[in-house]
């Protein structure tokens, strides 16, 4: 399997759900950099487990630790090597399916790909291993924080964020556990994850991701596209299954004569249906863009389903899972976006003299 994201910074991460720990190693990051450790777990504690009603039960503390990389409190130029512990496994929870395959679950294709699967919360295609990302991540964004980062869920079902983007104060991004600076909007997306759950059924939504300051020139022409880069990056997080960027598929149904950004004289435009990306380049307006995630697959229903010799079964969903992954998703959309900024911004550094 691939392990590996990025270019000049990359991520190689390992392990798996049920397993003694994950971790990664992030080769490329420069010397010198004065990392704020608190910063690091702050970024885990908003996408770990167990921080309410509304996500799985599972308690996991998250605590990262640096095992090398890092002198004194300072980045030395070495690979960053890291590991986070799995302390609150419960196995048994996936006795259930260790010979029929999950319904939109990894579990059949890996199967048929490997030969063999691990059985326990879906070991390796678990979403577990986006905590790995958000160390990355959280690095990544004290490299580059004059960038601004900020994601935030723009719907669950068929409840929407009420305002724009560009009406939103950032600053309240983290006022409830949706992470949605809409507050009306927040409280009624909660109140719809609390009813599918109390259903035993699962439910999608979207985040948008913010990203303002962003250096013109960011991106590589042709097939390193710096809006590609990012739908690559989000397209690899568990779950999603799109990726719109700018005016996206609205764009489509527009007329160029009311679509193209017209410049004003300092090289900002008086739109930004670009998305702050033309020609794979950021021009320097605002990048933003929009990631659609499925309903998580595990319900707590019966389902029909098939065993590994294709006969006819049914499975339950047992054990301890979100209802809804898109609250705990908001953090690990930031982190990548930030390895992908921080790639491109340390590429571009061998641009020019």
Sequence with gaps: MFNSFGNILKL????????????????????????????????????KPGQSKIVTQRKEPDTVEFLSGIFEGVTTGASIGFTIKNTNQKSKDYNHNTDVYRPSHADY?????????????????????????????????????????????????DVFMMKPYQDLDFSKTESNIV???????????????????????????????VAQNVPIGLGEPIFHKLHAELGKAMLSINAVKGFEFGS??????????????????????QSNL????????????????????????????????????????????????D??????????????????FADFWLMDKTRRI
């Design 12 to 47: 190689t991460t390992f392990g798996e759900s049920h397993g003694v720990a994950i971790g990664g190693v992030i080769d490329g990051f420069p010397a010198g950099m004065k990392v704020d450790f608190d910063a690091v777990q702050q970024e885990l504690d908003r996408r």
């Design 274 to 321: 670009s998305g702050g990306i033309q020609g794979g380049v950021s021009n320097g307006m605002d990048i933003y863009f929009r990631v659609a995630f499925k309903p998580v697959a595990t319900i707590m229903q019966n389902q029909s389903t098939i065993n590994s010799k294709g006969e006819a079964s049914e499975i339950h969903g047992k054990g301890r899972h």
């Design 109 to 157: 294709t890996y199967d048929k790909k490997y030969g063999t699967r691990d059985y326990r919360g879906g070991g390796r295609t678990s979403a577990r291993e986006t905590a790995n990302w958000v160390v990355a991540g959280a690095l990544a964004k004290q490299l580059i924080n004059h960038i601004n980062i900020n994601a935030f869920t723009s719907s669950v079902g």
């Design 179 to 209: 992470r949605c600076p809409d507050e009306t909007s927040a409280e009624k997306m909660i109140d719809k994850i609390q009813e599918i759950r109390k259903a035993g059924d699962t439910i999608g939504g979207t985040i948008t991701c």
């Design 323 to 340: 209802p809804c992954v898109v609250p705990r998703a908001v953090p690990i959309v930031e982190a990548l976006t930030a390895l992908v």
């Design 248 to 269: 996206g598929f609205c764009g489509a149904k527009m007329q160029g004569s009311e679509h193209n950004d017209i410049f004003n004289p300092d090289g900002t435009t």
